[in-house]
């Protein structure tokens, strides 16, 4: 019969509080995307303390400035983002399809963590991890757009480079339009996905 030794009893009892720490900065993210989303940029670490029910001293113990909170959001976004993504079978569709499942995860994470959505704008010379991102993220959008303009489903004369450009920019507008309130987050994902498939496609010349 075996017995768990110092040692392992010591990793086990690391695990645990690693996890636990884990959990802790999780859910302050997660309160602070929320109510960041909810009030904008104005809002007090103070106030993300309480919106996440931890001290100002732990969140400071987590995230010891306001820039690495937003940090954190930015990894947590990216993390999300590249998971729904990897998960939603783009490559197992339709490319019709495959758009339509594509906005709906772009518009709902950028309505989720609108206060790391300017960001790149605001900042020209945070490229640091640029290529991470543009792997996890930009390539299989890119990869759907190829197999869209293959097909006959995009029109060929645009490469994939804008025809990214044009959808990023209409599902921005489309997050805003959710923060605004002036949309839900599934009309919105619908219209985007309308606006752009129907932007997108061939002209189609009918006339004899």
């Not at 670490?45 to 940090?71: C, H, K, N, S, W």
């Not at 490559?91 to 959505?117: E, M, P, W």
Request: one cysteine or more; proline letters at 4%; charged letters at 25%.
């Amino acid at each position: 019969m075996s017995r768990t030794g110092p040692l392992a009893y010591t990793v086990i009892v690391t695990r645990r509080h690693s996890a636990l720490q884990d959990r802790i900065a999780a859910g302050i993210l997660d309160a602070a995307a929320a109510v960041l989303a909810e009030r904008g940029d104005g809002v007090t670490m103070a106030e993300i303390a309480e919106a996440a029910g931890v001290g100002r001293a732990t969140l400071y113990r987590y995230f010891p400035t306001r820039d690495a909170l937003l940090q954190g959001l930015a990894e947590m976004a990216l993390e999300d983002v590249r998971a729904r993504i990897a998960d939603a079978g783009l490559d197992a569709v339709d490319v019709r399809r495959g758009i339509a499942r594509l906005v709906r995860i772009l518009v709902t994470g950028g309505s989720k963590y609108i206060a790391i959505v300017p960001a790149p704008a605001k900042d020209p010379d945070c490229h640091e991890d640029d290529g991470q991102i543009d792997q996890q993220v930009g390539e299989p959008i890119r990869a759907l757009l190829r197999r869209g303009i293959a097909d006959g489903t995009f029109r060929a004369d645009l490469s994939p480079q804008v025809l990214d450009a044009m959808l990023r920019g209409l599902v921005e507008q489309g997050v805003y339009l959710v923060m605004r309130k002036e949309l839900g987050v599934e009309q919105a994902s619908d219209t985007v996905t309308s606006f752009f498939l129907n932007g997108a496609a061939p002209d189609r010349d009918d006339s004899p």
